[in-house]
């Protein structure tokens, strides 16, 4: 094709992008050193429209060095109908890190595993991904860095960086050879460019963008956890008992309710000091009391510790985005402390019972909640999940209880009749989901509610576990 | 009030500002140190639904420090229904960097206009303001460090800063008078707080919040720059000219693109080197070309350096807040480079002759943008404001063009044809836009372009002026 032509296609195929709003398109590149990838994003990112299009070369902020590793990619990832080019985007740091052994063989082996599990996330949410590897061969980089060296007007651009990655030239080759081989898929495929002339160079990068953006969707990428792990028991939301139990007297309550507050308090102020993060998501039956309880959990708390973020029908900046940002969006920094009243769980519940999502996209949101704990808990995260029950008998009660009381009636809504309506399909979908996103670390505590006072007791009493579970250990 | 009924009604207060999503609240706290700020907002908060509120206790990232001041306090802006409370806030950070002389006294009273823009422009978008001055005299703060440091369960809450802060008691006395003078106004009321039991004190403080939230709202502010400056002569819409210069030969026009943009290149690695951040902001009537010169302009930048920022409708998640955060969200890191195409002047344009913003908000809109640019300047930014003119005949004859050419339709939409029978009404809006947001640092360029190579050679040549003027510059 002639490259005047090509360009016009090209552009074209990038208008209908942006117009549609159905696809993104995340491009990569790395590979080798002076393979001039600045040069060639540059080149290419003219020939494209640039109000569509992002680059993006990473030197992590404290607040992303703060935060889980890949929340500094997912809050890069471009809204439906955009380009993202990343220059070495997350293959760069895994491959160079590993050249200078900052990670080990195993280390660089669960990353590649995170690559895959990321990327067919994002493919599956229908973000296309098109990968470069820029090719050179040993003799040609040396020629190529000498002749960098001894022009004045270019010499600024190499670094002792490039010469060391030149020494390294086939370590890197083959950890690159590694990584391709692990990480390449329909859905995200890679393409080596060899070191040549820019124009032809350009010209196949943008008969390879073209062809990307016109290709039919790829077949769906089967998404699964990057480290998938042994499955401890599951709790099921039938036997959310004992509800035959005598309530708790209010003395007894208050007493160690205080005991409870005091010692969720100080372990709190440890989880700051030692800068550990901690995600608690709480999910539940309607009426169950989940304001209540967390409002107990965050009368220990210091207020500039913590954030309770509300989750609610997402919003339209949320709906460019594959599903799972808005919670990535939410991540605390370290030493501090999310709460989630309803949380990333609502995929395969209420968007599953409601029919908001296909059942493709909540069948496979299992395997990417698992991985999303996964990598909280790899960061150093404490992560709770309650999921507090009541029996329909209790939920009746309370529901008719807030219908006669004036202050109380904004809290019943007709979605909660409707929802009630629905308890079976709901019984069947939270249990399906206690069975397919226990793991260690993220294991579930079912609450029973039926007495607020013993909820509340338990709520306080779990988080405790798990705070001091993480403080007793070791690192 | 009985202290239930207090809370009852507070807590009313706050879900009716959660169910409306009209207004935001933001309380701030500042003054003496040991005055138990932290625990009067956590109890504070534990009265509140904290599904709807969030705290600040700010201590700048890297993010925050490379960009201008306001930008750390403009992305922590409540959406509307939501209670923002703030430690110290933007007041603390004035109040000590004076006590301890980082800030000079004149820099000191910049600060506080800023602050009064600040609130005055928040205030008039919705944002209801409550300022607590905690007070407590020499001798009693004494008394509480020493209890405090007697206390071995509570003598890690002290830094020497706070001891630091007794002995500067009176300064940090007399410049809060001066700051609380200073930045006091109907929208943005100050209260003071004595030191006294927690109980009453919060009783107090919950009593404020309470009249703050069911009060109607305050009188507009009256919005105004914090630091009003000479106007230069501005450009009128109705001297576009020269438009009857013969056009630029192709020939000439290459070679002078060459040079230029040759310049611009090497001008805006200068920039990243020095980490100057620079703001371009394009206007101009439909089918001037702004696209074409933002290209031309881009060719010569390197992608990894600079975003362009299309500007069209708000998310809703922008809805939620005051106007202008959709801006600052967007402002480049130093060293960056942001250009919008179309940019907060849609305020003043757009939003003006379609109806889409109330006369009120589109005049007061002409001192926030001041403002708003002054910001950018005084962080050391370029500013460039480019508008892109063409006649009508001009004009006319371009629409023409991209209906008869198929892959340039997309380009012309019923928006266009419609924008053209309002000339006059933009013309008018134009003018005095120019009037009213010239100022040193950011005066506005207006730029024939019905020859477009004239015009694309004009808009690089600008921004080479902009950027040669600031490298010249010593600091």
């Given at each position: 094709?002639?490259?005047?032509?090509?360009?016009?296609?090209?552009?074209?195929?990038?208008?209908?992008?942006?117009?549609?709003?159905?696809?993104?398109?995340?491009?990569?590149?790395?590979?080798?050193?002076?393979?001039?990838?600045?040069?060639?994003?540059?080149?290419?990112?003219?020939?494209?429209?640039?109000?569509?299009?992002?680059?993006?070369?990473?030197?992590?902020?404290?607040?992303?060095?703060?935060?889980?590793?890949?929340?500094?990619?997912?809050?890069?990832?471009?809204?439906?109908?955009?380009?993202?080019?990343?220059?070495?985007?997350?293959?760069?740091?895994?491959?160079?890190?590993?050249?200078?052994?900052?990670?080990?063989?195993?280390?660089?082996?669960?990353?590649?595993?995170?690559?895959?599990?990321?990327?067919?996330?994002?493919?599956?949410?229908?973000?296309?991904?098109?990968?470069?590897?820029?090719?050179?061969?040993?003799?040609?980089?040396?020629?190529?860095?000498?002749?960098?060296?001894?022009?004045?007007?270019?010499?600024?651009?190499?670094?002792?960086?490039?010469?060391?990655?030149?020494?390294?030239?086939?370590?890197?080759?083959?950890?690159?050879?590694?990584?391709?081989?692990?990480?390449?898929?329909?859905?995200?495929?890679?393409?080596?460019?060899?070191?040549?002339?820019?124009?032809?160079?350009?010209?196949?990068?943008?008969?390879?963008?073209?062809?990307?953006?016109?290709?039919?969707?790829?077949?769906?990428?089967?998404?699964?956890?990057?480290?998938?792990?042994?499955?401890?028991?599951?709790?099921?939301?039938?036997?959310?008992?004992?509800?035959?139990?005598?309530?708790?007297?209010?003395?007894?309550?208050?007493?160690?309710?205080?005991?409870?507050?005091?010692?969720?308090?100080?372990?709190?102020?440890?989880?700051?000091?030692?800068?550990?993060?901690?995600?608690?998501?709480?999910?539940g039956l309607d009426a169950a009391g989940k304001g209540g309880s967390i409002?107990?959990?965050?009368?220990?708390?210091?207020?500039?510790?913590?954030?309770?973020?509300?989750?609610?029908?997402?919003?339209?900046?949320?709906?460019?985005?594959?599903?799972?940002?808005?919670?990535?969006?939410?991540?605390?920094?370290?030493?501090?402390?999310?709460?989630?009243?309803?949380?990333?769980?609502?995929?395969?519940?209420?968007?599953?019972?409601?029919?908001?999502?296909?059942?493709?996209?909540?069948?496979?949101?299992?395997?990417?909640?698992?991985?999303?704990?996964?990598?909280?808990?790899?960061?150093?995260?404490?992560?709770?999940?309650?999921?507090?029950?009541?029996?329909?008998?209790?939920?009746?009660?309370?529901?008719?209880?807030?219908?006669?009381?004036?202050?109380?009636?904004?809290?019943?809504?007709?979605?909660?009749?409707?929802?009630?309506?629905?308890?079976?399909?709901?019984?069947?979908?939270?249990?399906?989901?206690?069975?397919?996103?226990?793991?260690?670390?993220?294991?579930?505590?079912?609450?029973?509610?039926?007495?607020?006072?013993?909820?509340?007791?338990?709520?306080?009493?779990?988080?405790?576990?798990?705070?001091?579970?993480?403080?007793?250990?070791?690192?």
């Open positions: 094709m002639k490259t005047a032509t090509l360009r016009a296609r090209l552009l074209e195929a990038q208008l209908d992008l942006a117009r549609l709003q159905e696809r993104a398109v995340m491009l990569l590149l790395t590979g080798h050193a002076v393979t001039r990838k600045g040069r060639l994003v540059n080149e290419l990112n003219h020939w494209l429209e640039n109000r569509h299009t992002e680059v993006h070369a990473l030197a992590p902020s404290s607040e992303e060095r703060e935060r889980p590793y890949w929340w500094r990619f997912w809050r890069r990832v471009p809204d439906r109908g955009r380009i993202g080019i990343f220059i070495h985007g997350w293959y760069g740091d895994a491959l160079f890190a590993r050249a200078e052994r900052r990670l080990s063989p195993g280390a660089f082996r669960d990353r590649l595993a995170e690559i895959r599990a990321f990327e067919a996330e994002l493919a599956a949410e229908g973000v296309v991904l098109l990968k470069l590897w820029m090719d050179i061969d040993r003799p040609a980089q040396r020629r190529h860095l000498q002749a960098l060296q001894a022009d004045p007007a270019r010499a600024w651009q190499l670094s002792a960086t490039d010469w060391q990655r030149h020494l390294q030239h086939a370590a890197i080759a083959a950890l690159g050879r590694e990584m391709r081989d692990a990480t390449a898929a329909d859905h995200a495929p890679w393409r080596r460019l060899a070191f040549q002339d820019p124009a032809p160079q350009l010209q196949r990068v943008g008969a390879l963008l073209h062809e990307t953006l016109v290709a039919p969707p790829a077949r769906p990428a089967e998404v699964t956890e990057s480290v998938p792990c042994e499955t401890p028991a599951p709790p099921s939301i039938r036997h959310a008992g004992p509800r035959g139990a005598a309530p708790l007297k209010k003395s007894d309550y208050a007493e160690r309710l205080v005991e409870a507050q005091g010692r969720l308090a100080i372990n709190a102020r440890e989880m700051a000091r030692r800068r550990i993060p901690v995600v608690l998501a709480f999910e409002h107990r959990v965050t009368a220990s708390l210091d207020a500039r510790q913590y954030r309770v973020h509300r989750i609610a029908a997402p919003s339209d900046e949320e709906l460019a985005l594959p599903w799972a940002w808005r919670f990535w969006r939410r991540l605390p920094a370290d030493g501090r402390i999310a709460i989630f009243d309803r949380s990333w769980y609502g995929r395969v519940l209420v968007e599953r019972v409601e029919g908001l999502a296909p059942e493709s996209a909540w069948r496979r949101a299992y395997a990417e909640i698992r991985e999303f704990e996964r990598q909280l808990l790899a960061h150093g995260a404490v992560l709770g999940k309650l999921f507090l029950a009541i029996s329909q008998e209790e939920q009746l009660r309370r529901f008719e209880a807030r219908a006669a009381t004036p202050h109380k009636r904004h809290k019943l809504t007709d979605e909660d009749w409707r929802n009630r309506e629905r308890w079976e399909d709901y019984e069947r979908a939270i249990d399906e989901m206690f069975a397919r996103t226990q793991s260690p670390g993220a294991e579930w505590t079912l609450i029973a509610c039926d007495d607020k006072r013993r909820a509340r007791l338990a709520v306080i009493e779990e988080v405790n576990r798990r705070l001091e579970m993480r403080l007793a250990s070791p690192h």
